[in-house]
Every structure is written in C-alpha cells, then in structure tokens.
C-alpha cells in the first residue's frame, strides 16, 4: 500500500502547480485525503483534506483562496492546484490518508502517508 504524490517543481512567485497523489495497494475512497508540507527548519504543517465524498474539505488559513484540492475516487487519486504562490509555500508537501477527518487534520496518527514532492517559489 502507497500513496505517490507527484507535480512539485520550481515556479516563479504568482505561478500555479498542480500537485497529484495516486494510492496504490488499496482503495482510498472510503479514507480522508490531504496534504501537508513541511519547510527547511519548521514543523510539518496540515495544508488540506478532503472526505471521501468531498463534502467537508478543510484548508490552513495560509492557502485559503489560492489552494483547491479535490479527489477523483475512480483513479484512487487526491489533487492539490496551487495558484497566486508564495515563496513562503516553499516546501517539501505530503499526502496523507487517513480513516478520519479531524484524525487527519490534526496529523496525529496518520493510518498511510506518501513521499514528499519539492515545491520551490522564487521570488
């Protein structure tokens, strides 16, 4: 079982990514899906999550307005479209899984985490 996020990359501050996690080994379409980054020198922070449904989705207050995540359960797969970026959203960013929503928004517990794909906004 694993979740493979992928789409990071380096982008000018004001440009757009759109970053993807594909589980694999499972379905994840009765699980919370989200995102979380963590920058050189700081904790790991929640970015986003969605339910299963995709009828409660959560957002840090740091990317409301020009994060939006949402979920294809067909394709096991979690997206995370990243416009207006910052420098300060440079980070390493993570998907996580998990069987409840706060369960994840807390970030404690996390029942699958994936790999981390490099996020870089230059000024």
């Known amino acids: 079982v694993q979740l493979q996020a992928s789409g990071g990359g380096s982008v000018q501050a004001g440009g757009s990514l759109r970053l993807s996690c594909a589980g694999s080994?499972?379905?994840?379409?009765?699980?919370?899906m989200g995102w979380f980054r963590q920058a050189p020198g700081k904790e790991r922070e929640f970015v986003s999550c969605?339910?299963?449904?995709?009828?409660?989705?959560l957002y840090a207050d740091s990317v409301k307005g020009r994060f939006t995540i949402s979920r294809d359960n067909a394709e096991n797969t979690v997206y995370l479209q990243m416009n207006s970026l910052k420098p300060e959203d440079t980070a390493l960013y993570y998907c996580?899984?998990?069987?409840?929503?706060?369960?994840?928004?807390?970030?404690?517990?996390?029942?699958?985490w994936g790999q981390g794909t490099q996020v870089t906004v230059s000024s």
């Open positions: 996580a899984a998990d069987g409840s929503l706060m369960g994840l928004r807390r970030g404690i517990r996390i029942d699958y």
């Open positions: 080994g499972r379905t994840f379409s009765s699980k919370v």
């Open positions: 969605i339910t299963w449904r995709g009828d409660y989705i």
